[in-house]
């Protein structure tokens, strides 16, 4: 089972960013699929998730409306939308990939905002 991020960075506040998950070894559509951060010395948090089936989606507070989690089953690859970013945006992200009970991580991407 792999869960590889791609596309973090260093990027300005008010800009965009667009993270890339893509999976293998495992059913992807068959679970859900979430993006969690984590700061340094803070538990990581759930930022966005996608439903396997429905494609119904959840997002924290502090980020609606700016982030967007979508998912394409095709190319079993969940991406994550950021808009409007803010310097407290910035973490390490993580992709998650849950089933069940069976959890699946990636190694994570670092985003930092800052001018």
């Known amino acids: 089972v792999q869960l590889v991020e791609s596309g973090g960075g260093l990027v300005q506040p008010g800009g965009s960013l667009r993270l890339s998950c893509a999976a293998s070894?495992?059913?992807?559509?068959?679970?859900?699929m979430n993006w969690y951060r984590q700061v340094s010395g803070k538990e990581r948090e759930l930022v966005a998730r996608?439903?396997?089936?429905?494609?119904?989606?959840d997002y924290v507070d502090s980020v609606k409306g700016r982030f967007t989690i979508s998912r394409d089953n095709a190319k079993n690859t969940v991406y994550l939308q950021m808009s409007s970013l803010k310097p407290e945006d910035t973490a390490v992200y993580y992709c998650?990939?849950?089933?069940?009970?069976?959890?699946?991580w990636g190694q994570g991407t670092q985003v930092t905002v800052s001018s």
């Open positions: 070894g495992f059913t992807f559509s068959s679970y859900t």
């Open positions: 998650n990939a849950r089933r069940a009970g069976i959890y699946y």
């Open positions: 996608i439903f396997s089936g429905s494609g119904s989606t």
